[in-house]
C-alpha cells in the first residue's frame, strides 16, 4: 500500500517568494511541486472542461510514478446535482484526463454544500462513473458538441479508476450503504465551517481533504495535529488502502509546508517500522 500527500492545486500567486522561489518562472511550478511531492488535486477541471493538450503537458511536467487527482466538473455536482448526468460525464472524459495515463489517480466528486442527494440519485450517478481507463473511453464516445470530436483512446484499457465522493451536508446511512455497494470512497474531511465525515465504503483507496480549522483555508496545523494525521494515514495503509492526502489550507500558504511536514512524519514512522521488523522500505515511499 502507497500513501501519497499533497497539495489541492498548485497555481497560487500568493506562495511566490514564500514556497515557490521569487524567480521562478510560473510555468514551473507544477515541475517543482512534483520534485517535492507524489500527488496533487487538479483545480482546473472542476470549473471548465479542460482540452487533451493541457492534459498532455501536466504529464509531461512531472516524474514516474506520480499521480494527479483529477476534480470533476462542477457542472455535474454543482448546476446539475448528480442528475441526468451521463452526457456530461461523457463530456468530461472525452475532455481529456485519460492522456495523463498511468499519472491519472483518483477522480474527486465534491457536492455544494446543500446537496444530499437521495440514495436514488447518488445510486444513478455512481453507477455511470467508469471504473477502468477502457469503460472511460467507451463513456466519452458518448459526447456532445461542447467537446472536439476526437478519438479518445486509453493506452492501458484495463487499468482502474478510482473514485471519491466528498460530502459537504449530511451523511445518511442509506448514502453510505450505495458508496459501499459501488465501493466509490466517501472522502475525510477536515474544516472549520462543514462537518467531518468517517466510514470504511470497502472502497480500494482512502482520500482525504484538510481545509484548516478553525478557519477553514486559513490555519495551518499542529506538529501534535499533524501527528494525529500521520496516525488516521498510517491506519488506513495497515488496512490495504492505498491513501491519497490534499492540503487545502492555501490561503495563508499553509499547506505546502503542512504537506512537507507531514510526509516527513509519514516516512519516518515507515521507516521506523521497516527498520523494526528487519526489512527494506517498503516501495512508494
Avoid: C
Amino acid at each position: 500500500m502507497t500513501a501519497r500527500i499533497g497539495l489541492s492545486g498548485w497555481q497560487y500567486d500568493g506562495w511566490r517568494g514564500d514556497f515557490y522561489p521569487e524567480r521562478l518562472a510560473k510555468r514551473r511550478w507544477l515541475e517543482y511541486v512534483a520534485e517535492r511531492f507524489s500527488t496533487v488535486e487538479l483545480n482546473g477541471s472542476f470549473y471548465s472542461l479542460q482540452r487533451p493538450e493541457r492534459y498532455r503537458a501536466w504529464r509531461a511536467a512531472v516524474p514516474p510514478g506520480f499521480r494527479f487527482a483529477v476534480k470533476g466538473g462542477r457542472y455535474v455536482t454543482h448546476m446539475l446535482r448528480l442528475r441526468n448526468a451521463e452526457t456530461a460525464l461523457a463530456n468530461f472524459f472525452a475532455s481529456g484526463p485519460l492522456e495523463l495515463g498511468d499519472t491519472l489517480g483518483p477522480v474527486l466528486w465534491q457536492l455544494p454544500e446543500a446537496l444530499s442527494p437521495t440514495p436514488e440519485v447518488l445510486d444513478t450517478f455512481l453507477s455511470l462513473l467508469p471504473d477502468t481507463h477502457a469503460a472511460a473511453a467507451e463513456l466519452a464516445a458518448r459526447h456532445d458538441d461542447k467537446v472536439a470530436d476526437a478519438p479518445v483512446v486509453a493506452e492501458d484499457p484495463a487499468r482502474t479508476i478510482d473514485h471519491a465522493v466528498e460530502f459537504r451536508s449530511t451523511v445518511t446511512p442509506e448514502q453510505l450503504d450505495v458508496l459501499r455497494r459501488h465501493r466509490v470512497a466517501l472522502v475525510d474531511s477536515h474544516a472549520g465551517d462543514f462537518p467531518r465525515f468517517r466510514a470504511d465504503t470497502g472502497a480500494r483507496i482512502a482520500y482525504l481533504r484538510l481545509h484548516g480549522a478553525p478557519r477553514t483555508y486559513h490555519d495551518g496545523y499542529s506538529p501534535q495535529a499533524l501527528g494525529r494525521w500521520a496516525t488516521t494515514v498510517l491506519d488506513h495503509l495497515d488496512a490495504g488502502r492505498d491513501t491519497y492526502l490534499y492540503f487545502d489550507n492555501d490561503a495563508e500558504r499553509h499547506a505546502p509546508w503542512d504537506a512537507l511536514a507531514l510526509d516527513r512524519i509519514v516516512g519516518d514512522r515507515l521507516r521506523t517500522r521497516a527498520a523494526g521488523r528487519g526489512r527494506a522500505e517498503p516501495p512508494g515511499r
